[in-house]
């Protein structure tokens, strides 16, 4: 599979369509030179993009350092999965795939075939990886590097998909005008709504388990032709779907839900965590079947804008839409806090996944983080910077042996001794982003 980030690393993509001249011969030669410098000098494309610029950060205040790679397509992350061989990271501008055990990034993009390039949500389900965007479902094959893409022509409640959980024998997707469930088996599709049982129709989080379906919702907008003062249904919480009965219970403020604006939900081993977009955490025991207990800013939270919990085991993971993450350690009831100067991306998290011994965090606008919980590293996977666009239309290489790229939408420069890159475009100076052609001066740099 092959996307635009993608092309941004290989080189061979920049030359299609592009008219080979007398004057620009040369300039395939550089480009042949560039690879052979990166080390990926392959003539077929490439979906594997081995090139990473890593650098050390020190927080100033904190003395804690923590490693920066440039390998992300997007720094704004929705969401993370995980399994042993691929790190899976839905962002605003496609999808990165990190290869763990063979190393490398792959990208994705609507280029490849996903229904958009703002992913919601990633779900992995045996050989196959879900991603919802808000123009449907889109389902990549492992096997076959195939992507199909599911819409409410289909079988969908909506077109906007939300979330997305995975057991067994089906696929869950969570809309903005019901709950989704999709049969592995016979290839159907089902609708669960407000007639069904669902306390509203705007799905907002799913989780599942052996027993139990457990949908987190928020409240439907209001139909500007209801003239009720309180008109039904508009109130959202927490449904649970009893499989051995098919039935549904409905949860909010009334029996102890602290709010019904439901961001989150995680199952642990003996409750189940419900995250609230402004209100804080509720806890529910899967023993007593009741709430028992509420965490806000009153008590241990530093922030009641919760957008991810996850269930690690003995403990807790909360994230925060601006506080950064709390970890709660259940046997010796013991919180610790994370922000930004401990060695977060952003103190704005977005999501939270674990694999083994390392914990995943995606943040709105500064990509993802990873945690070793052994050794206490971080690493911040962030945004790469590569070529302003794929349209080259002259190189030119300085007395320094940096490499000079004119395109349609900027220049990027290549510097070889620090294998790093550098975008300027129209908002650092330029005249017009549209370079056509670049000559050297030997006493000074390119000259556009």
């Not at 389900?125 to 990549?140: H, I």
């Amino acid at each position: 599979m092959r996307s635009r980030a993608q092309a941004k690393q290989n080189f061979p993509r920049f030359l299609v369509g592009t008219k080979v001249t007398a004057c620009n011969l040369w300039s395939l030669l550089l480009l042949t030179v560039i690879f052979m410098v990166i080390g990926c000098a392959k003539l077929m494309p490439d979906p594997q993009s081995d090139l990473v610029l890593e650098e050390a950060l020190t927080d100033a205040s904190s003395g804690k350092s923590h490693r920066l790679e440039q390998t992300l397509i997007s720094n704004e992350v929705n969401c993370i999965a995980t399994d042993a061989d691929n790190v899976w990271i839905a962002t605003t501008a496609g999808v990165s795939r990190w290869h763990v055990k063979r190393g490398g990034w792959s990208h994705y993009t609507k280029e490849d075939g996903l229904a958009n390039d703002a992913v919601n949500a990633v779900a992995i389900d045996g050989q196959w990886v879900w991603f919802a965007t808000d123009e449907g479902v889109s389902r990549y094959d492992l096997r076959t590097d195939a992507i199909k893409t599911f819409r409410s022509i289909d079988g969908l409640a909506s077109d906007k998909v939300s979330s997305i959980a995975v057991d067994s024998n089906y696929v869950w997707f969570g809309t903005d005008n019901g709950l989704n469930r999709y049969d592995k088996t016979i290839d159907s599709w089902a609708v669960r709504t407000r007639k069904d049982g669902l306390v509203s129709k705007k799905i907002t989080t799913i989780a599942v388990e052996s027993d139990y379906v457990w949908v987190g919702t928020g409240e439907e907008p209001r139909d500007p032709r209801d003239r009720r003062p309180e008109p039904k249904f508009k109130v959202g919480g927490v449904s649970r779907y009893h499989r051995a009965t098919d039935s549904w219970n409905n949860y909010t403020k009334s029996d102890g839900l602290i709010d019904t604006e439901v961001s989150t939900i995680t199952v642990a081993e003996d409750s189940v965590w419900f995250g609230t977009e402004n209100a804080g955490v509720s806890q529910y025991s899967k023993v007593d079947q009741t709430f028992i207990k509420t965490y806000t800013k009153t008590d241990l939270l530093k922030s009641n804008m919760i957008t991810s919990i996850y269930a690690d085991g003995f403990q807790i993971w909360f994230g925060t839409a601006n506080a950064g993450v709390h970890r709660f350690i259940k046997p010796v009831n013991t919180w610790i806090h994370y922000t930004k100067k401990d060695g977060l991306a952003s103190d704005h998290v977005t999501w939270i996944t674990v694999q083994d011994n390392n914990v995943w965090f995606g943040s709105k606008e500064d990509g993802a983080s990873r945690f070793d919980k052994v050794s206490g590293e971080w690493t911040i996977y962030g945004q790469a910077d590569f070529l302003a666009d794929n349209d080259v239309r002259d190189i030119a290489r300085d007395s320094g042996g940096n490499i000079w790229m004119a395109t349609v939408a900027g220049i990027s420069i290549y510097r070889p001794q620090t294998r790093s890159w550098e975008v300027i475009s129209k908002e650092d100076g330029l005249t017009t982003p549209y370079i056509m052609s670049m000559h050297v001066d030997s006493r000074s740099d390119p000259a556009l």
